[in-house]
């Protein structure tokens, strides 16, 4: 029995169907993951169970934006999207599909492939151009203009919004049209067309609020508020910015408040009244930690960084500076780390595309075979027995690239790592340099002779702590890159002892430590000059630093094996088991405070490994927590 649907229950039907989908992007709160996969994989197995192929494709959909949306898995995600798709294909479902291409736009969208997730919105507007279905072109519309907004194609995001707002007023759909007019103000104010943006977020705001949304009401607000600062209305703009205030107190939106409570502090900023700003800025740091708002975190401590300098409280004002460097790296991290696993998300895209390509290799083969009916089926079954092979051979040649590809990203690891300690190093004695500057310029008259000989001890620190690190960079690149060739050479170990005895000895003197070398006779040894020149000289470096006043250190060499072995035994402060294993490795830096508050590069002692390495020697440490240590190499004495 056929049943036939009236115009106005198609409609109902077809409404019904778009808020189906919308919702599937709604997270609930409180739900764990696991128990929502459970319950989309039995609603598929049962749609298998009962041959509902229509439910088989629904609930193919929802494990899609599941993975999408709460998985995060990427991949995934397309699969079960492309395994709909194909249903679909076989089944001639129409609006399925649709929401099958809109749904692998938002997956390539997550991972910053807009072009691809533009492309897919067109497979969606081509084949929804012959209905007259005004809601799901207003879904197509709303995610191809957030896709071209963050694409950079701002005409192209304003034609889409446009037309979504007209949409929306013809079918009476408040909420969205509120959403409309935001976005729009949102691109104008991209623009700084604030005039026009004023007015477009205003509408918003008149609708969100006869609607009762509160949340999206305070986000209104705050964007109103900051419209006002840029044309500096500060009377409106706070009386905005303190309505958002009250709104997201009352919902305990912490990362609205934080923003609101920033947006405050920046308007007194503004207004040059830094008291009331930094009151404000207080307030949005205690609300940004509460939900650890990272962005929000690092606005804060540069306002406040900003209001101290003001003050002419370079104390805080540096360690806000200092504090929002902090938030910066670790944003930076992460920032570091999506890309990097949006780039590997992209690589797995690029295979599941050939999997959707296919698809329609395979449903052009199906007419074909349609048309030919037997003589082509065996040609049919011909072909998806060479895509069988195919695939198990792209599959076999994917774990070999795979594998060949964790060692190239073992590779990666290490050169992020290592530009993340060089960020860092490099920045505290920059810092300092720039801090001590400032105050030796602009405050030298008020400044007593002892507080500029302290000032200039510290800066002299910093440059001799910039100036090691430097030369460590300097080595490590070229040790790194092959400019260095590591012929070996003949000389004598001892001279290397003792010039560097010497050349220490000042540093030494300074923490009355005494350097012991009993190493007169003559040491032949056959390797690289002056990479063994360089680790000699990092390790009585560190013995300095870790050894306290009064200390001593001990330069000893001892026959190993048609090699010679060279230690440098201090009495300083020793270390644990746990920070021996962290030495030498770039992945686990691992610099602490010498005992005169000495700063390290971080990069020697991987600097000495690497060098002593590469003259065929090996390098390690003995030490007792609170006795001391002993650093020892290994150099060949190129005897047969």
């Not at 918003?204 to 609607?211: F, G, K, P, Y």
């Not at 964007?223 to 303190?242: F, M, P, Q």
């Not at 509460?290 to 003001?310: G, N, P, W």
């Not at 698809?359 to 030919?372: G, H, N, P, S």
Request: charged share 30%.
């Amino acid at each position: 029995m056929v049943l036939l649907l009236s115009s106005g229950a198609i409609t109902a039907q077809n409404d019904a169907d778009v808020r189906w989908f919308e919702d599937l992007f709604i997270i609930p709160k409180n739900k764990p993951i696991d128990e929502e996969r459970r319950v989309a994989e039995l609603k598929r197995l049962n749609a298998l169970e009962t041959h509902d192929q229509e439910g088989e494709v629904r609930t193919l959909i929802e494990l899609g934006v599941l993975h999408l949306t709460r998985v995060n898995d990427y991949e995934q995600a397309l699969g079960w999207l492309i395994r709909s798709l194909t249903l679909e294909d076989s089944l001639g479902l129409h609006r399925e599909k649709i929401f099958t291409y809109i749904a692998m736009s938002r997956v390539f969208e997550a991972v910053g492939d807009y072009y691809k997730s533009a492309d897919f919105l067109k497979e969606a507007e081509a084949l929804d151009a012959n209905d007259d279905d005004l809601l799901m072109r207003s879904l197509i519309l709303n995610e191809a203009g957030q896709v071209n907004a963050a694409h950079g194609n701002i005409d192209e995001a304003f034609d889409d919004y446009r037309q979504l707002l007209i949409y929306s007023r013809q079918l009476e759909l408040r909420a969205q049209e509120a959403d409309a007019l935001f976005h729009l103000g949102q691109l104008l104010t991209r623009q700084k067309k604030y005039k026009e943006a004023l007015q477009s977020h205003k509408e918003a705001l008149t609708i969100r609020r006869s609607i009762h949304d509160k949340s999206k009401e305070a986000m209104s607000l705050n964007d109103i508020g900051e419209l006002y600062r840029s044309t500096k209305n500060y009377e409106r703009s706070l009386a905005n910015h303190v309505a958002a205030l009250e709104i997201r107190q009352k919902l305990k939106d912490e990362s609205g408040l934080a923003e609101s409570y920033n947006s405050v502090g920046a308007l007194y900023i503004a207004k040059k009244d830094y008291k009331r700003a930094i009151a404000n800025l207080e307030l949005a740091l205690q609300a940004s930690r509460e939900v650890h708002d990272q962005e929000q975190t690092l606005k804060t401590y540069e306002y406040l960084s900003q209001c101290y300098k003001e003050l002419k409280d370079y104390k805080k004002a540096l360690e806000s500076k200092e504090s929002s460097l902090g938030i910066l790296d670790f944003i930076q991290n992460e920032k570091n780390e999506r890309q990097l696993l949006e780039t590997q998300n992209r690589y797995q895209m690029k295979k599941k595309e050939g999997e959707i390509d296919k698809l329609e290799l395979d449903r052009t083969q199906r007419e074909k075979v349609i048309e030919a009916q037997t003589k082509l089926r065996n040609f049919l079954f011909l072909l998806i027995a060479l895509g069988m092979v195919i695939s198990l051979l792209v599959l076999y040649l994917y774990f070999l690239k795979r594998r060949s590809n964790r060692k190239l990203q073992e590779i990666n690891d290490t050169k992020d790592k290592l530009f993340s300690i060089i960020g860092h190093d490099l920045k505290g004695p920059l810092n300092s340099l720039t801090a001590f500057s400032t105050l030796l310029l602009h405050h030298t008259d008020s400044l007593t002779k002892d507080e500029i000989k302290m000032l200039s001890l510290d800066l002299d620190k910093s440059l001799k702590n910039l100036f090691t690190l430097l030369e460590n960079l300097l080595e490590w690149g070229r040790s790194q890159s092959g400019n260095i060739d590591f012929k070996p050479e003949a000389f004598d170990l001892a001279i290397v002892l003792k010039e560097n005895q010497d050349l220490l000895k000042g540093l030494a003197e300074n923490k009355k430590i005494t350097i012991v070398n009993d190493n007169a006779a003559s040491l032949p040894v056959k390797a690289h000059h002056n990479s063994i020149n360089t680790v000699v000289r990092n390790l009585i470096s560190n013995a300095i630093k870790f050894t306290p006043e009064g200390g001593k250190i001990t330069l000893k060499v001892e026959p190993a094996e048609r090699q010679l072995r060279v230690s440098v035994e201090d009495t300083g402060v020793g270390m644990s088991e746990a920070a021996i294993q962290r030495l030498f490795k770039i992945g686990t830096k691992h610099s602490t405070l010498g005992t005169a508050q000495e700063k390290g590069t971080g990069l020697g002692l991987v600097l000495c490994k690497d060098f002593v390495e590469k003259n065929g020697g090996t390098i390690g440490v003995e030490s007792i927590e609170g006795k001391g240590s002993t650093f020892y190499f290994t150099v060949p004495t190129g005897s047969s």
